[in-house]
């Protein structure tokens, strides 16, 4: 037998083995003897330089992706509306019997918590694996996804699909996850806050040989493709089985109301002793002609619904108050708990959100407080456990002077947060106002980070956002700070050396490219997010025409009611500010919309919806763009204010039905470009 003979039955044994192993939980041959045919099988391929599309050596890793390519998905990928309540599982129901003629046939699954990805197979070989993005576009983590060993590079028989994407959750087992975190903290790295951020981190790595080493696993739950397979949702992942997929067994099908409702209380006392994440189960209708006729709105199939579980709560013991004081001032009580395990993390925070919030619980400190955390929200205390107080246990009182700088606190009319009024002296709001400034929405210099910041400010080098613009190198170059990880507690060195000096300072001179929108935004005023502040700018022009409109002039403008114009004036009119204006604009700092950015009058006085989808993200905000460039306005949602709805590919069924409700017109992008070019 030659070579690439022995290279091809090796590769198909292997293959064979680790099916056996990881689809069929069924081992036909010691890992040892495992080891010794791959090493064969690599050190012929090494040497011949042949290797065959599914070779198992690409499990193993050792590609290096430096950055991840974009490719677009053959159908989009959408979300599953959420339903929280029996009463909304039941107004599902109630819709599938309708359009079922009162029967029902549907599949019932876990909701698997993790990392949605888009597995390709071109021919019966896996060709790519790209993950979800923006629904239309993903990254290609196919190396990565390779590792994964329960998903078949080839698949067995010939009656699948010559192309066909296989959707699926990429999740980590909570023993990976935990062997992960405990590694991250002895290296000094912060730790992953759940096993669905460590699988979707993972995913990312750029050396495929650590993925390996992190046993991802992969559940499958639907099949893509134009060619029909069978009839319905269950049969088709039955004849995916047979083309090698690991499909579990935990898809139900139920033909009644009870049959589901059974599924759901079943898999919500499962749960907590499943070895990986769920958050909820799914509920399909199986047959695909039936799913055609229910259709989908702009997001989701109306075919299929998550039924979400409630968070998970645990009691556990306060041990002490923290204080937050934020960028604008405002107080945030954070209680620091005896550490407890919630849904397979470890929870020693939790915040209080306002004094309201610690009055209505009535909080005594040392009190066993229920700490419930659901998915990326921070966890947060729901109920105080009275009965296990101690008789002389403190109440818990609000503090009413600044923890960092010893103002007294203040309250505005109407609103249940404290705040420290010192905006110009007290230290966690100027350093949290320039790292708004320096954030990647505002100025986006990403070579300045909180660290330095610190350090910095430590040094009396800055003390509000203009002084980043008069900074010198001498002043700076070998400034070092050791500061404590917020996340770990371990300490770092933060050290300014010449090449993070010069980075610095590059960041900072290309900032002053940065369009007056966004530099409106990164000032920092209260209640002026950043669409606001487009729309603010646009309208304005310059900060000149901003700083001397009234209350009234401003609320003529899109969006902006009495509160933001309010807090637009006060601001405007502190010394401070207009100090730092001055100074920003002496730095060469964009404060005036540039003329050129107004090409025409063409779409003056003309509203626009955008819908669907266009070749690229980036086409949309264009799009948006030009509209607003030729005197158009954008708006979110179709009325009969709206001229024209510019419609891409699978516009949402709901704003294509208030666009013929309204008689607005639907243009395509050709459409609109030309009227431009007219
Ligand atoms: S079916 C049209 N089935 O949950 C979307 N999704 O917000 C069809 N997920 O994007 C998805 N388990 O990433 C489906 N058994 C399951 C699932 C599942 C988890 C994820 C998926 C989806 C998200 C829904």
């Not at 694996?129 to 590079?153: H, M």
Request: with cysteine; aromatic share 8%; charged share 25%.
């Amino acid at each position: 037998m030659d070579k690439i003979e022995r290279i091809k039955l090796l590769t198909a044994e292997l293959n064979k083995y680790n099916y056996q192993y990881y689809v069929c939980d069924n081992p036909q041959i010691s890992d040892y003897e495992f080891d010794m045919l791959l090493k064969e099988l690599e050190s012929l391929e090494k040497e011949t330089g042949h290797i065959e599309p599914d070779s198992p050596s690409h499990r193993v890793g050792g590609q290096i992706t430096k950055q991840f390519e974009n490719a677009k998905h053959i159908f989009p990928m959408l979300s599953l509306s959420n339903a929280y309540s029996e009463g909304e599982i039941n107004d599902f129901l109630t819709r599938c019997l309708k359009f079922g003629n009162d029967n029902l046939d549907l599949v019932c699954e876990p909701k698997y918590d993790g990392v949605a990805i888009s597995l390709v197979y071109k021919n019966g070989i896996l060709d790519k694996a790209i993950t979800r993005g923006d629904g239309v576009y993903g990254d290609v983590v196919t190396a990565n996804v390779k590792t994964i060993k329960s998903i078949p590079l080839k698949l067995i028989g010939d009656d699948f699909p010559s192309l066909f994407e296989f959707r699926g959750e990429i999740i980590l087992p909570f023993s990976s996850f935990d062997k992960i975190n405990q590694e991250r903290t002895e290296n000094g790295n912060p730790p992953f806050a759940n096993a669905r951020n460590a699988a979707s981190g993972t995913l990312k790595l750029q050396d495929s040989a650590e993925v390996a080493s992190r046993e991802l696993d992969c559940m499958l739950y639907s099949i893509m493709s134009e060619e029909e397979i069978a009839e319905t949702h269950f049969e088709t992942m039955q004849k995916a089985k047979k083309w090698g997929f690991k499909i579990n067994d935990f898809i139900k099908k139920c033909s009644s109301i009870d049959d589901v409702m059974q599924y759901l209380k079943k898999w919500e006392g499962k749960r907590n002793n499943l070895p990986f994440a769920i958050d909820g189960a799914v509920i399909k209708v199986n047959n695909f002609k039936l799913q055609e006729e229910m259709g989908y709105t702009a997001k989701s199939p109306r075919w299929a619904i998550a039924f979400k579980y409630k968070a998970e709560s645990v009691i556990t013991k306060i041990l002490s108050i923290d204080y937050q004081v934020g960028r604008t001032g405002i107080i945030t009580p954070v209680a620091n708990l005896e550490p407890v395990q919630i849904a397979g993390t470890t929870v020693k925070r939790a915040t209080l959100h306002n004094a309201d919030i610690i009055s209505q619980l009535d909080l005594h400190y040392d009190d066993f407080v229920h700490v419930e955390k659901g998915g990326e929200i921070i966890p947060k205390i729901t109920k105080v456990e009275t009965e296990l107080r101690e008789t002389n246990a403190k109440k818990v009182e609000f503090i009413s002077n600044c923890p960092e700088c010893n103002t007294p606190l203040q309250q505005n009319d109407g609103e249940v947060a404290w705040f420290c009024p010192n905006e110009e002296n007290c230290p966690p709001q100027i350093k949290g106002k320039i790292e708004h400034f320096i954030s990647k929405k505002a100025m986006n210099i990403d070579s300045l980070g909180e660290g330095t910041i610190e350090l910095l400010f430590d040094k009396n080098l800055i003390k509000n956002p203009a002084d980043l613009y008069f900074l010198k190198p001498e002043q700076i170059i070998g400034l070092e700070k050791i500061i404590i990880d917020k996340n770990s507690g371990k300490e770092r060195v933060i050290r300014l050396q010449e090449k993070s000096t010069e980075n610095l300072f590059n960041g900072i001179e290309n900032s002053k490219k940065t369009p007056f929108e966004k530099v409106l935004f990164a000032l920092g005023i209260k209640h002026v997010g950043e669409t606001i502040a487009a729309n603010i700018a646009n309208h304005v022009k310059s900060m000149d025409n901003l700083m001397s409109m009234g209350i009234d002039e401003l609320t003529q403008i899109n969006d902006v009611g009495i509160t933001i114009a309010e807090s637009i004036v006060k601001w405007v009119n502190s010394e401070n500010n207009i100090k730092t204006i001055n100074r920003l604009k002496e730095a060469g700092i964009q404060f005036e919309i540039k003329e050129q950015n107004i090409q025409s009058n063409k779409l003056d006085g003309l509203t626009f919806v955008i819908s669907g989808v266009f070749s690229s993200p980036e086409r949309r905000e264009e799009l948006k763009k030009i509209i607003i460039q030729n005197g158009g306005k954008v708006s979110s949602s179709v009325s009969s204010k709206t001229n024209f709805l510019l419609a891409g590919e699978n516009v949402g069924p709901s704003k294509r039905a208030a666009a013929e409700a309204n008689s607005v017109k639907i243009i395509d992008e050709n459409t609109f470009i030309s009227m431009i070019n007219q």
